[in-house]
């Protein structure tokens, strides 16, 4: 298991740190994303990545050489409610959680086993002012298309 280190541009003081860390692992066209990334945009757990251009380490350009069906749900908790018996639904449904406390910000990597529906409605019933969710990789839509 290797990791790359993804330099973020922050803006407005977000994201609230200026490089991510994902686990991947080596193959022969590059790199196979293992993580649920928090905010790396357009990137899934599976996706096959060239990094194009790296600096000290970092990854500053990187371009798709496979997508994965796979989706990311960024999930923040900006109400301080409680979010345990959506993503025990969800863990159940298959889909993986990862969590960044200190923010209370969650990644979710969607399978393709789980219909955009469902993650609708696990997540109807809560305010818009207390859970905000974004769709940075969003891949269901066109495997249903």
Request: hydrophobic residues 40%.
């Amino acid at each position: 298991m290797s990791k790359l280190t993804f330099r973020l541009e922050v803006q407005d003081d977000w994201p609230p740190v200026g490089a991510e860390c994902l686990h991947c692992e080596k193959v022969a066209d590059g790199f196979k994303i293992d993580s649920v990334p928090f905010f790396v945009r357009n990137l899934s757990a599976d996706d096959v990545i060239e990094v194009v251009e790296e600096d000290n380490g970092e990854v500053w350009r990187w371009r798709h050489v496979t997508q994965s069906p796979r989706s990311t749900v960024w999930v923040m908790n900006l109400g301080n409610v409680e979010l345990e018996t959506t993503f025990a639904r969800l863990k159940e449904l298959g889909c993986r959680i990862e969590a960044f406390d200190q923010f209370k910000l969650y990644a979710l990597d969607i399978p393709t086993s789980v219909e955009a529906a469902v993650i609708d409605d696990c997540f109807e019933g809560y305010e818009e002012s207390d859970v905000a969710l974004a769709y940075p990789s969003w891949r269901h839509d066109e495997r249903d298309a």
